[in-house]
T-cell receptor, first 114, second 112 residues
Framework: GAVVSQHPSRVICKSGTSVKIECRSL??????MFWYRQFPKQSLMLMAT?????????EQGVEKDKFLINHASLTLSTLTVTSAHPEDSSFYIC??????????FGSGTRLTVV | GNSVTQMEGPVTLSEEAFLTINCTYT??????LFWYVQYPGEGLQLLLK?????DKGSNKGFEATYRKETTSFHLEKGSVQVSDSAVYFC???????????FGTGTSLTVIP
């Protein structure tokens, strides 16, 4: 079946540094990928929609300069958390649109900013 | 607008008990309906889906029926196991777009 590889699964970084999270579709091409954030004990929140070859579409309230999304190829989208702060600590999950309405999710990245 | 209301948790059941997690939604158009499961420490996985009215999605003993008249997609399982302990998310998605609208998630703990 379709697989989306998300890396790293866990990362700890210092305040003020940047962290890049990768989301790869391993056996299919994904023109559209989605980035979600999950706060503790809360639901997933869609952050942005990433389209290959064009600028990402950000949801209201999500800072595009802080959460940089790049979708340079049909199999890779990256989310970079710039100048991270402790409040950015969260669980980030990507998903890729596969074919007609099928979604495959990555395994998620636990980011801890200290 | 689009929204989803999901039964609040946490839910704790004994093994072999019957499970129902309610989900109702509002959506423009005629959405497809999904249930996702997130096991501890893992990402989301698609559990089941239904794409039109009266369709029943099923997987791993779980079932949910697309009820257009009540705009609901309640998740059920006749006999839960300890391994079913996870967080369950209801997610309708409008067919006119690709965005999911996730419910708050319902945490299920099954005790032996």
């Amino acid at each position: 079946g379709a697989v989306v590889s998300q890396h790293p699964s866990r990362v700890i970084c210092k305040s003020g540094t940047s962290v890049k999270i990768e989301c790869r579709s391993l056996d299919f091409q994904a023109t559209t990928m989605f980035w979600y954030r999950q706060f503790p004990k809360q639901s997933l929140m869609l952050m942005a929609t990433s389209n290959e070859g064009s600028k990402a579409t950000y949801e209201q309230g999500v800072e595009k300069d802080k959460f940089l999304i790049n979708h340079a190829s049909l199999t890779l989208s990256t989310l970079t958390v710039t100048s991270a702060h402790p409040e950015d600590s969260s669980f980030y999950i990507c998903s890729a649109l596969q074919g007609a309405g099928g979604y495959t999710f990555g395994s998620g990245t636990r980011l801890t900013v200290v | 607008g689009n929204s989803v209301t999901q039964m609040e948790g946490p839910v704790t059941l004994s093994e072999e008990a019957f499970l129902t997690i309610n989900c109702t939604y509002t959506a423009t158009g005629y959405p497809s309906l999904f249930w996702y499961v997130q096991y501890p420490g893992e990402g989301l996985q698609l559990l089941l889906k239904a794409t039109k009215a009266d369709d029943k999605g099923s997987n791993k003993g779980f079932e949910a029926t697309y009820r257009k008249e009540t705009t609901s997609f309640h998740l059920e399982k006749g006999s839960v196991q300890v391994s079913d302990s996870a967080v369950y998310f209801c997610a309708p998605t409008p067919n006119t777009g690709n965005q999911f609208y996730f419910g708050t998630g319902t945490s299920l703990t099954v005790i032996p």
